[in-house]
C-alpha cells in the first residue's frame, strides 16, 4: 500500500528562520514525489517535484530512498510561504492515483 | 485557458437532498479525478476516470457516483446527502507529469 505521511499538522517559525516541512512515504517501487501548496483562499497548485530538482520560491526537497522521506526545505522563511504544504506520491507507471499526506500548516510569523 | 472549472463554489443542501457537483476541464487531459479534503485529513480520492466512458472507484466512494461521457466534463453526483459529506471538493486533472486542481466547492449538509 502507499502512504504518505506529514507528521506535523502545525509549523510555526519567524520570519528568516529555516524551515523544514517533513515527508514520509512508504512505497514498493520507485515513485514520484511531489509538493504541492495551498495559499489562503487559492486553489492547490504544485510547488515542486522531485523528479525535477529544482528550487521554487526558495524551497528545495531531496528524496531519500533509504530513509524513504522527501522533506521540504528552506533556508529563510518569509511571511508569503505562510500556507498550507501537501506532499504527494504518485506512481510513475501509473497515474491512476495520487496519494497525499495530512498535511502541514506553516506559519510563518513577523 | 481556464484550466479546470468547478461549479458551484459554495453550496448549502439539507439532509437527504442530490446534487451534482460539476467539473470541466479545457486541457484535453485524460486522468481527471475528485477529492474531498476534510480539516487535518488531507485529500481523500473519491473518484477517478482515466478517459471518457471510464471510471473507478477511489479511497471513499461510498454516497457518491461520477459519469465521464466527454474528455472535458467529470461531474459528481451527490443522491442522498449526509452531514458526514460536509467537505471541500476539489477536482483535478492530470497532465505534463501533475495535478491541476479547481478552486474548489465548499459544501455543507444541514
Known amino acids: 500500500a502507499q502512504r504518505v505521511t506529514q507528521p506535523e499538522k502545525l509549523l510555526s517559525v519567524f520570519k528568516g528562520a529555516p524551515v523544514e516541512l517533513k515527508c514520509n512515504y512508504s512505497?514498493?517501487?520507485?515513485?514520484?514525489l511531489f509538493w504541492y501548496v495551498q495559499y489562503s483562499r487559492q486553489r492547490l497548485q504544485l510547488l515542486l517535484r522531485?523528479?525535477s530538482r529544482e528550487s521554487i520560491k526558495g524551497f528545495t526537497a531531496d528524496l531519500n530512498k533509504g530513509e524513504t522521506s522527501f522533506h521540504l526545505k528552506k533556508p529563510f522563511a518569509q511571511e508569503e510561504d505562510s500556507a498550507m504544504y501537501y506532499c504527494a506520491l504518485g506512481d510513475p507507471y501509473n497515474f491512476n492515483k495520487f496519494y497525499f499526506g495530512s498535511g502541514t500548516k506553516l506559519n510563518v510569523k513577523p | 485557458n481556464a484550466g479546470v472549472t468547478q461549479t458551484p463554489k459554495f453550496r448549502i443542501l439539507k439532509i437527504g437532498q442530490s446534487m451534482t457537483l460539476q467539473c470541466a476541464q479545457d486541457m484535453n487531459h485524460n486522468y481527471m479525478y475528485w477529492y474531498r479534503q476534510d480539516p487535518g485529513m488531507g485529500l481523500k480520492l473519491i473518484y477517478y476516470?482515466?478517459?471518457?466512458?471510464?471510471?473507478d472507484k477511489g479511497e471513499v466512494p461510498n454516497g457518491y457516483n461520477v459519469s465521464r461521457s466527454t474528455t472535458e466534463d467529470f461531474p459528481l453526483r451527490l443522491e442522498l446527502a449526509a452531514p458526514s459529506q460536509t467537505s471541500v471538493y476539489f477536482c483535478?486533472?492530470?497532465?505534463?507529469?501533475?495535478?491541476?486542481f479547481g478552486d474548489g466547492t465548499r459544501l455543507s449538509i444541514l
Open positions: 522531485h523528479i
Open positions: 512505497y514498493s517501487g520507485s515513485p514520484e
Open positions: 483535478a486533472t492530470f497532465g505534463s507529469r501533475d495535478l491541476h
Open positions: 476516470s482515466v478517459g471518457a466512458g471510464i471510471t
